[in-house]
């Protein structure tokens, strides 16, 4: 089997790593996996140069790990849909990205072999959007990487912190953060430390509410920090209004770093029973959560645990083979057993 697979998504984000890893584990398989060539990701243009790539290449599926599908193939295709945040926070993302998604990706869910997505959260929402049937759209959620693990040397910080890891898009809920870390009654020398470099809406935000000091802006984090980072931390503090899946709890979660999440879209479906959930709109409970995760030391080691026991449900490999199976569904191939 030949498989013309979408490359370009690779990169140091959610989808990037989703990418990575699984193409890094489909070239294992035994599959000939070729990936398409360079191109604007996104253009205009772009679903009508897929097509074109396709019918050039002609393999027995394409692939791609994101939401970009042809305009017709010339060959079974399958494609990703990880969440509807363009759809469901439509004002943040602009007319372009919603005329995208209504014009090119709806009418591709029906023309495509299978749509994959990560969550039942997010099947469900596919589904009422497009109205096409269950076996459509299948779940194949993301893993963690072997390098997120409590044997990692936790990061040395002179403080003790908080950490939450994610862009600053409407979505993630980092004002009600900060206004939670404000609030909650918490030793002065525990910081709040965002990934990422210090914008500007957040930095007015911080000097507002009296945290100048107390919050650090970390800056590009590299992927040999990452899991020290999270191993150092109190607590990864996850308040986001939606996620398709949500790498960051499961990455605190496998490196035996408590939790304190939403307990909204898919969320509950990656910490399970392991962490604290609280409703994403409600301040005072996100700040009461970080204050029994800081005071209470007891708390954090059976949160660990149970958050060590949870990450093992999900691995890259088990990502990818479930993948592969379903190009060679879509190839024409039997499933292998």
Known sequence: MSVLVDGR???RHGIGRYAAEVICRLRRSGVT???VTPF??????EPLWLSWRIAYRRPSVYFSPGFNPPSWSAAPFVFTIHDLVHLRFAGDYGLRQRIYYESVVRPAVRRAAVVLTDSEYSKSEILGWTSVPEHKVVVASPGVGEEFSPEVEPLRLPYDYFLYVGNRKPHKNVPRLLRAFATAPLDSRVRLVLSGDADRETANLVNRLGLDGRVV???DVVESVLPRLYRGAIALVFPSLLEGFGLPPLEAMACGTPVVASDASSIPEVVGEAAIMVDPFDVEALAEAMRQVASDASLRTGMAARGMKRAKLFSWNGTADQILQELRAAAGEPKER
């Open 33 to 35: 996996v070729e990936e």
């Open 9 to 11: 998504w690779k990169g």
């Open 40 to 45: 604007p990701l996104l253009h205009p243009l």
């Open 217 to 219: 802006f970390f800056g």
